[in-house]
């Protein structure tokens, strides 16, 4: 049995009061009628300033109260009619109520609508996923839930947000490591994003482009913008590709020939697999992660060259493409970084996580019109999975790796040619 707590003089007054009676009925309408109501009180507050209080005569006032009249403020995923007070000054014009000013330029509705659409509500059922005072009543028109109102929104909102992330400024950004990687959105349209980690083992998503395929001019593209926003190419960092080689040559002509690249050691399995008949997955796996998990980088080479030495007779082309980019798949060995922090930086799952997201907050879609539409709905989603990045789990080891690679690029300086030899 529920025991009833209101006290015995509780005077319902006013619309809160009248509202809260109703509390458990509906309490989007108590919180509603609360809203309107110190919005109301923030307005009158306005007025008297530059009016003076009500039927006052004084002489140096530099406005008059002219009425009221009706407007629409976002509230609650819709828009609606709220009562205000007019004030015009002395020479006759209309002045502006700043608190009305301010409610009815927040937008609201545009972070309402991008919020729903990122977690796959769609535009027509809009309507539905909002709680306007009329329940499950139809809203009259101009209260701004219809589908057409609601992507507008989206569009305006996404396309600002991607100006505004395509803009930060990043040199204020101590990164250590950089992942590269492509999502495929149509036979003719990829989309290569970066993702950075910062010296504490915090992540950044970073840059957008759009291209035809994933070649080396469009993640040349990527690499400008990164640089035009304050990336210095003078300091070390470990670079996480997916294999490609247009990344690898990209990233070598924008931050030197030095530059430190580790590709992804599960891309390179999962393509060697794909080669493979079905009874070899399982030594040869096993091989490839014996190596990787070795601290000696020349026993990893040897151990790996061995296998494609086995497989050559038979699968020359597997063999080959074990041995392609050997050096770079053994790029976190060589810096000899600790095993948990070789784990982490061996692949790129940090930016293959914030793709799922992106295929998730994407997934409703079924025509992509172009690439504006890709780019805003992607920086969408990549700013969606910012929110549940977490620190990377050996934060605390990366400073071994900010010795490793300032080492490495002493040593290169010194003995660029071995580089080059090796590199080729």
């Known amino acids: 049995m529920t025991r009833d707590i209101t006290p015995a003089g509780w005077s319902a007054t006013g619309a809160v009061d009248e509202a ?8 989007d309408r108590f919180c509603l009628a609360a809203g309107i109501e110190a919005l109301g009180t923030m307005m009158e507050a306005d007025v008297t300033a530059a009016c003076g209080p009500r039927h006052g005569r004084d002489a140096a006032r530099r406005a008059h109260r002219w009425g009221r009249t009706r407007g629409r403020i976002g509230f609650h995923g819709g828009k609606i009619e709220v009562e205000r ?16 000013e301010t409610a009815a330029q927040e937008d609201w509705l545009g972070r309402w609508a991008m919020n729903l659409m990122l977690i796959n509500v769609s535009t027509r059922r809009f309507g539905r996923a909002v709680r306007l005072p009329e329940g499950d009543v139809p809203a009259p028109p101009g209260s701004g839930i219809s589908k057409s109102a ?22 204020a950004l101590d990164l250590l490591v950089v992942q590269i990687d492509g999502l495929h959105l149509g036979d003719d349209l990829v989309l290569v994003a970066a993702i950075g980690v910062d010296g504490e083992g915090n992540k950044h998503p970073l840059a957008l482009v ?3 395929t994933e070649n080396a001019a469009t993640v040349q593209a990527l690499l400008d913008n990164l640089v035009s926003r304050g990336l210095d190419p003078t300091v070390p960092r470990l670079f996480i590709a997916d294999g490609a080689k247009a990344l690898s040559k990209a990233i070598r002509r924008t931050f030197g020939s030095a530059a430190a690249i580790q590709r992804c050691q599960i891309h390179k399995a999962r393509n060697i697999m794909e080669r493979l008949p079905k009874e070899h997955h399982a030594a040869t796996r096993r091989v490839l992660r014996q190596a990787w998990e070795l601290d ?21 082309g597997v063999a080959a493409s074990i041995l392609e980019g050997l050096d770079e798949i053994l790029t976190v060995v060589r810096l000899k970084l600790p095993k948990e922090l070789r784990r982490s930086l061996a692949c790129t799952n940090i930016a293959e996580n914030m793709m799922g997201t992106i295929r998730r907050v994407t997934r409703n879609i079924k025509r992509w019109r172009d690439a504006g539409m890709a780019l805003r709905w992607v920086a969408a989603g990549m700013i969606e999975a910012n929110k549940g990045f977490r620190r990377l789990k050996a934060h605390k080891q990366l400073s071994v790796l900010r010795a490793a690679l300032q080492a490495r690029q002493n040593r290169m300086k010194i003995n660029p040619v071995a580089h080059v030899t090796r590199a080729a």
């Open 210 to 212: 759009e291209g035809a």
């Open 85 to 100: 007070p007019r004030v015009r000054g002395v020479d006759g014009r209309e002045v502006t109520i700043p608190s009305w």
């Open 296 to 316: 000696d980088a020349d026993k990893a080479e040897k151990l790996i060259r061995n296998l494609a030495r086995r497989l050559d007779q038979q699968w020359p």
């Open 20 to 27: 809260f009676a109703e509390v458990r009925a509906s309490f």
């Open 150 to 171: 609601a992507s507008r929104r989206f569009v305006a909102l996404s396309a600002a947000r991607l100006a505004d992330f395509m803009a930060t400024d990043l040199s």
